[in-house]
Structures are given as structure tokens and as C-alpha cells.
């Protein structure tokens, strides 16, 4: 709720940053080519962005190449390093309403979602990474014979980090944390939905000052800027965040240059409720968790397992909760849900609605698009679905929730676990024996008990089976941009 110090609208904010950032310089693409990107809540045009491809990828990939061999970076103590993030998190942070105004803007979610979660878990995420610059080290082991054995971790080189638009500043920080404590230099494609809080960081990531090379943004779109970055046998690694599909093409585009591959992508997440739940907590976590961000979560948990004996009364429930949520202008603060960021997320939405329909679900609210102008998409509710239905097998990526309904627990992991996906799930329950079993069965990288979403930087976050490769947040993800090198010397 508003309070007095805490405005009911926000200002839109002025768009700063369009070009791309090869070298420290700020440049347009070498084709001179721009793309527009579009608010999603009016579908006007915000700004017309550079818009790079093969050639500013490579531009990209040499300052990369010479930051990370020469130069303040390749020599710097770790400990400055972690200084430097702290600026960059510390420069985020005195920028929070210019920046959560942007993030905003570009990607239709409300204003007040990117102050509570995308800003302060970006500068969590950065001051985290910041600390652990110096404390990345290798072992020393006791081998056989008169020797002296060592192990040390080296930053991997240059990273090239591909991005979606659901999160985008987050995402950046998620990507850019690790790879800087390490020592490695970057070089970022924004998704070409939401570019501008991206180039914006990379503004106050010089501010800060990094030096020249270390971070370089470059939008553009996936199959070209993407597929250059992917293919160049300069960049040692990618580390994506999206749809599987999309790691699959980059999977065998990296074939060729066996690049180092880490994967974020999509899930079908299981949310269980069992009739012993707290039922105002699991009501209120399974609103959370499938509305979050318009839908548009990775883990979101989009297939709901009710317990039979407490089916109606969720339903009944839930439906008066998704058919109370705000749907509006993203910039006033009372809004709980914006639109879809973009057409094409939009039409596939309400494409799989219809295929909810066809196939037999019972659409107890929403169902529809909401207004006339604006992707949004009515908080929608399924009952009856069935597991092979196309809205319980697929990411819907929109707000869209599924009810199944179950009678016991192994049926219900066995159900849970019925899928391609493995990023997340979750348990409501009393029962602590229950809550574990369901912890151990479930094949999800995450699994939440009596919560949803709970995201902190220090811990690691990623997919079981096609939802990924790697995990992201933690020590865990250092371990995707350090190389280890065993040095033996003679004693002797
Ligand atoms: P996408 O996977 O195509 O896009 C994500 C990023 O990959 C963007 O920066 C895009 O430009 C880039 N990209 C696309 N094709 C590429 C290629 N051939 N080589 C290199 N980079 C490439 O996802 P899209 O099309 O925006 O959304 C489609 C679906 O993917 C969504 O409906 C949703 O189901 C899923 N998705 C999952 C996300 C997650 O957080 N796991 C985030 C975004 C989308
Ligand atoms: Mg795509």
C-alpha cells in the first residue's frame, strides 16, 4: 500500500542509453542498423536501439580479448576487483528509481514488483559476487613422490552471456556477478525485448570504473548478434537464460569451438498442496507463484497439485484471489499485474487458453485479453486439466494457472516428476516427514516448502533435466567461469 512518503504514480523515466558498449566506447552498430523497443502497456515505441550483429560481436569479443589478457584487469588484485563490483552495486543503488522506472518501462512490470524484487536482489547479487573476488583459490594436494602439487583457479576468459527480457537487470547481475569475481571479461547480448536497463549498468559500470573491455553490451537479436557470439572462437564460453529450444540451437552451434555451455532455462514446476497446508499460506504462495511477473517466471509453478479433499474449497479460493489482482498502467503503484512483454508472448498465451479450452479444461476465470491496447492477458484459472493436456505439458509463460487435483503421494510425485522439465517445485504441508520425502522425490533443482520463490544470492539456482546445465547464484557459479590448473613441481 502507498504510504506518504511513497508516490501512488511514478514518473516515466528519460531514456538515456542507446547505443552499444564495445571497448568502453559508446558506439552505434558498425551497420548503422537500430531496432525499436516497444512499452508493452501502450505498444508505442520507447527507443530505437542500436542493433548489432556479426560485426560488432567480433568489435565486442577483441576489446574483450584484450581486457582480459592486458591491461588494469588481467593484473588487478582481486581484492580491487571486488571493489569495483561494490561501486557498480553501490552506483545501482543510488540510481534505484531511475532504474526501476526503466526496467518498468521497457518491460511492462509494475513499477512496484521492480522496486521490491528486481532492484535490490540486482545489488544483493553484486554486492554478494563482490565478496568473494578474493576468496576464489585452489588446493594444495599430497601426492606421491617428492613433489609439491597445487591447484589454482583461473578465470575462464572471455564470456559471452545471452539474456532473456523477464528479468532483465537481474539477469545481468545474476551473469556479470560471478564472471567479474573470477577475473573474466564479458560480453552481453540483452534480449532485444528489454535493452535498456542493461545499457544503462554498463553506463555505471564505467562510472565505477572498469576498466575498458572488462564489460561489453551489445544488443541485438538471438539468431543473429546471439548466433555470432555462440559461433565466435574468441569467446570461451556462453552462459544463456531462456528457452530450451534455443539452448539446443546453441548447443550445436558451440559444437564447433567446444565452447564452455552453462544453461538457465524453462520449466513446468510442480506446486503441491496437501490437504494438511496451512490453506491460507498455500493460497497465498500458489497466487504468488504462478502471477509473479505476469506469469513470466522460469520456476513458476504452473502445474498446482490440490489434494482431492480440499480441491473446492482452493478452487473457490484461488479464483477469488487471481480475479481481484490490479491490472493496469505499470507506473502506478497500486497495479499488481502489467502486461505480456510482447506480441509474440501475447498470441502464444492466449493461443494456449484456447487450447486449454479445446482440449477439455473448464476456464473458471479470466480466459481473455484484458483492454484494448497493452498485452494483457486476464489472470486466468484451469480446473480439470489432465496431465497430457497441452496447458500442463508445455511453458505457458503467462498467467495462466493449472489445477490438478490428487489423491495420495506417491501419485503425486510420480505426476510431479512426469515431466522434461526439472527447475523447481514446491510443498505445502504440515508434516515435516512429508515435506522431506517431497524434497528428496522431486527432480527440480529448487524445491520450496511452505514458500515459492525464495531467491537469495547465495543460493545456487538452476535445472534438473531440460530445465538447465550449471547452476547460477552461490559458490556454485564460479565454478562455470574458473578453469582449474594442477601445477606439479619437482622437490627433488
Ligand atoms: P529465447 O530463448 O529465444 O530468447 C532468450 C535470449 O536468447 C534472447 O536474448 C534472444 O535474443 C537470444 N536468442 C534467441 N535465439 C538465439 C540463437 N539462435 N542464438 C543465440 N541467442 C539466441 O526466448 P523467447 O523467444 O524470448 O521466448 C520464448 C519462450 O522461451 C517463452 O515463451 C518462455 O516459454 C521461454 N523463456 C524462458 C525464460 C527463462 O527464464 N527460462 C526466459 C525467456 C523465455
Ligand atoms: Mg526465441
Not at 573476488?133 to 594436494?141: C, N, R
Not at 522439465?421 to 505445502?428: D, E, I, K, N, Q
Request: charge should be negative.
Amino acid at each position: 500500500m502507498a504510504t506518504a512518503l511513497e508516490p501512488t504514480t511514478f514518473a516515466v523515466p528519460e531514456v538515456r542509453q542507446t547505443q552499444m558498449l564495445i571497448g568502453g566506447k559508446w558506439q552505434d552498430a558498425a551497420s548503422g542498423k537500430t531496432f525499436a523497443t516497444v512499452n508493452p502497456a501502450t505498444e508505442e515505441i520507447i527507443a530505437e536501439v542500436a542493433e548489432g550483429d556479426a560485426a560488432d560481436i567480433d568489435l565486442a569479443a577483441q576489446a574483450a580479448r584484450a581486457a582480459f589478457e592486458s591491461g588494469p584487469w588481467a593484473t588487478m588484485d582481486a581484492r580491487d576487483r571486488g571493489k569495483l563490483m561494490t561501486k557498480l552495486a553501490n552506483l545501482i543503488e543510488d540510481n534505484f528509481d531511475e532504474l526501476a522506472a526503466l526496467e518498468s518501462l521497457d518491460n511492462g512490470k509494475p513499477i512496484s514488483d521492480a522496486r521490491a524484487a528486481d532492484l535490490p536482489l540486482a545489488i544483493d547479487c553484486l554486492h554478494y559476487y563482490a565478496g568473494w573476488a578474493d576468496k576464489i583459490h585452489g588446493d594444495t594436494i599430497p601426492i606421491r613422490g617428492d613433489y609439491f602439487c597445487y591447484t589454482r583457479r583461473e578465470p575462464l576468459g572471455v564470456c559471452g552471456q545471452i539474456i532473456p527480457w523477464n528479468f532483465p537487470m537481474l539477469m545481468a547481475a545474476w551473469k556479470w556477478g560471478p564472471a567479474l569475481a573470477a577475473g573474466c571479461t564479458i560480453v552481453m547480448k540483452p534480449a532485444e525485448q528489454t535493452p535498456l536497463t542493461c545499457l544503462r549498468m554498463g553506463e555505471l559500470a564505467m562510472e565505477a570504473g572498469f576498466p575498458p573491455g572488462v564489460i561489453n553490451v551489445v544488443p541485438g537479436y538471438g539468431p543473429t548478434a546471439g548466433a555470432a557470439m555462440v559461433k565466435h572462437p574468441g569467446v570461451d564460453k556462453i552462459a544463456f537464460t531462456g528457452e530450451h529450444r534455443t539452448a539446443q540451437i546453441i548447443m550445436a552451434d558451440a559444437a564447433q569451438t567446444l565452447k564452455r555451455l552453462t544453461f538457465e532455462l524453462g520449466g513446468k514446476s510442480p506446486n503441491i498442496v496437501f490437504a494438511d497446508a496451512d490453506l491460507d499460506a498455500a493460497i497465498a504462495g500458489a497466487e504468488f507463484g504462478l502471477f509473479f511477473n505476469q506469469g513470466q517466471c522460469c520456476c513458476a509453478g504452473s502445474r498446482l497439485f490440490v489434494e482431492e479433499s480440499v480441491h473446492e474449497e482452493f478452487v473457490e479460493r484461488i479464483v477469488e484471489r487471481a480475479s481481484s489482482r490490479v491490472l493496469g498502467n505499470p507506473f502506478d503503484a497500486k497495479t499488481t499485474q502489467g502486461p505480456q512483454v510482447d506480441q509474440d508472448q501475447f498470441e502464444k498465451i492466449l493461443g494456449y487458453i484456447e487450447k486449454g479450452k479445446e482440449q477439455g479444461a473448464a476456464c473458471v476465470t479470466g480466459g481473455n485479453r484484458f483492454g484494448d491496447k497493452g498485452y494483457f492477458v486476464e489472470p486466468t484459472i484451469f480446473t480439470g486439466v489432465t496431465d497430457d493436456m497441452a496447458i500442463a505439458t508445455d511453458e505457458i509463460f503467462g498467467p495462466v494457472m493449472n489445477i490438478l487435483s490428487f489423491k495420495d503421494f506417491d501419485e503425486v510425485v510420480e505426476r510431479a516428476n512426469n515431466t522434461q522439465f526439472g527447475l523447481a517445485a514446491a510443498v505445502w504441508t504440515r508434516d515435516v516427514q512429508k515435506a522431506h520425502r517431497i524434497a528428496n522425490s522431486v527432480r527440480a533443482g529448487t524445491v520450496w516448502v511452505n514458500c515459492y520463490d525464495v531467491f537469495d544470492a547465495a543460493a545456487p539456482f538452476g535445472g534438473f533435466k531440460m530445465s538447465g546445465m550449471g547452476r547460477e547464484l552461490g559458490e556454485a557459479a564460479l565454478a562455470n567461469y574458473t578453469e582449474s590448473k594442477t601445477v606439479t613441481m619437482s622437490l627433488g
